[in-house]
Structure formats: C-alpha cells, structure tokens
C-alpha cells in the first residue's frame, strides 16, 4: 500500500535555507481523496499550527499522523503522511510567510524624519546675544 501512497508525496523539500530561525514554522494538513489524482487534484488544506520552532512544528505533524492507523514519513519530501479509508493527508512544515517588505521602508522614513529634524534644529535660528 505504501507505494501506491508515494504520489501523494512528492520529492521536494518544504523548508528553504534561506530563512532565518525562530517561530517562523508552521504545519499544514493537505488533504487528497485515495481515488483522487494528485498531478490533476489540488489538495484540501488546513492550516494546524503556527508560529512555532522547527523542533515543535515536526513534533506537531508527526503527532497528528500517527493518530491514524495507517502513517509514516517519507524522507525524499519531509511530510508526515497519514491514510484512513477514504482520505490521505499530508503534514508539511513550512516556514511562515511573514510580511516584511514594509519593514525596511517604515525604518528609512523613521531615519528620514530624525536627519530633519537634527538639521532642522542645527539650522535654526539664533536670537542676537544668545548663547550657543
């Protein structure tokens, strides 16, 4: 049985090496009916957990498959996988999609306003006989 299971899987690595660490991992439950072709079918997805350590998010996935009978880990994709009688699920961990392209622009128009106003106070004007 777990052959046939193998197209559910896939062989691609959910976690990239560009990401910094942290709680910045969470774990999604992807949901395909047995009959269903994975190639052709998009899964049902959930998402189970977020915002926890890489440790915590696998505990996590692997804590949620191994409730089913049926369970086991496929090394090539890194997914917990679990099967009842009529679905096969896939937990993946992940890492967060975390807007942060406004962060470098929220600190550049905080710099912005501090260079401003330093030279709006170094330029400003002095009252006759008052003391530097």
């Known amino acids: 049985m777990a052959t046939s299971l193998d197209r559910f899987l896939g062989h ?6 560009t990401q910094s ?3 910045i991992f969470n774990v999604t439950r992807e949901t395909w009916l047995l009959t269903d072709d994975p190639q052709v079918t998009a899964p049902r997805m959930a998402l189970m957990a977020a915002d ?3 440790s915590e998010a696998a505990d996590f996935a692997r804590e949620a498959a191994i409730e089913f009978a049926k369970h086991g880990f496929h090394k090539p994709s890194g997914a917990w996988w679990a099967a009842d ?7 993946v961990v992940h890492t967060g999609r975390r807007d942060r392209s406004k962060a470098p622009l929220i600190a550049l128009a905080v710099a ?3 260079i401003l106003g330093l030279a709006g106070l ?3 004007r002095r009252k006759p006989g008052e003391a530097a």
């Open 12 to 17: 691609n690595t959910a976690i990239t090496t």
């Open 112 to 114: 912005g306003v501090t």
């Open 52 to 54: 926890r350590t890489a």
């Open 21 to 23: 660490l942290g709680r």
């Open 85 to 91: 009688g009529e679905d096969f699920h896939r937990f």
């Open 122 to 124: 170094g330029m400003r």
